[in-house]
């Protein structure tokens, strides 16, 4: 059985994977799944914080509202612009809370 | 199910339930569809690799940004690039054998959503790192996976673009 650390290791091992990945395929994929693999990301990265006893209601919300939308990249570039532009304006909304 | 509700009732299935799906269904769409596509030249010189064990698909996975969720099973879709390149010559190495692939998994994807099996094309993978991970010969190269597992949701249609015909003399707009 793995210790929580080692969890929390190849949770962070599996991250780094996808993000490292991406990053070479994106050289030649479609420019649209660049801003879709980072707010995937986040969305992957803000999953991780509580098993690191990072307990925030702000970025729970806004992996929320990232995985509610993500996949609008598959429908068009104005759909899944707007969505972005409202993902930023909800950090800001949250910024003093 | 009838053919042209298939095909437009197909989605990319990306949420799966974490439930198997049986090997001799999996087999089946691999034996009595996939290998039924047209291919060219007859050259049938495409591979399949069923991936069922969670911890090769987790392997996959973490070299796939395109993999998304927890499938129960992924087909990696190869070619034996050395007898393409022997059946065919450049042509099949560069666009045959990628059309061979292509057809073969749609017909896999009809069948598995026929079955009632959700599945998504991904090309968004590594392909040496694929071939590293199920120890394949050089010559085999992977040129496609599909998910496959049970949908948890029924994504929506999404818009189809109507303007990309034209009858006999070509027109920018069709109708």
């Known amino acids: ?97 | 199910m009838e053919l042209s509700l298939a095909i437009q009732n197909r989605r990319s299935v990306r949420a799966f339930r974490a439930e198997p799906i049986a090997l001799d269904q999996l087999k089946a769409l691999i034996l009595e569809a996939a290998i039924w596509a047209p291919s060219g030249g007859n050259a049938q010189t495409w591979r399949f690799g069923l991936i069922t064990r969670p911890d090769l698909i987790g392997k996959i996975k973490m070299i796939s940004p395109g993999l998304l969720s927890q499938p129960a099973a992924v087909i990696v879709i190869c070619q034996d690039m050395e007898e393409a390149r022997r059946k065919g010559s450049d042509l099949a190495v560069n666009a045959l054998s990628w059309m061979d692939t292509a057809m073969a998994a749609q017909n896999l994807m009809l069948a598995a959503h026929a079955a009632g099996i959700g599945t998504c094309a991904i090309a968004s993978f590594h392909a040496k790192a694929v071939q590293k991970i199920l120890d394949l010969p050089e010559r085999i190269v992977p040129q496609l996976l599909v998910s496959l597992g049970y949908p948890s949701q029924s994504p929506k249609p999404p818009s189809r673009r109507t303007e990309v015909l034209w009858l006999n003399e070509y027109a920018e707009s069709g109708s």
Not at chain 1, 30 to 55: C, H, N, W
Not at chain 1, 62 to 74: A, H, L
């Open chain 1, 1 to 97: 059985m793995n210790t929580p650390n080692q969890d929390l290791e190849k949770r962070f091992y599996e991250l780094v994977c996808y993000m490292v990945t991406s990053a070479r395929n994106l050289v030649t994929e479609t420019k649209l799944y660049g801003p879709f693999r980072l707010v995937d990301s986040a969305s992957r990265l803000v999953e991780i914080l509580p098993q690191m006893g990072v307990d925030s209601i702000r970025l729970q919300s806004i992996r929320r509202q990232i995985d509610d939308g993500k996949y609008t990249v598959m429908e068009d570039e104005s759909t899944f612009s707007s969505y972005l532009e409202s993902l930023v304006m909800a950090l800001v909304k949250s910024m003093d809370e």
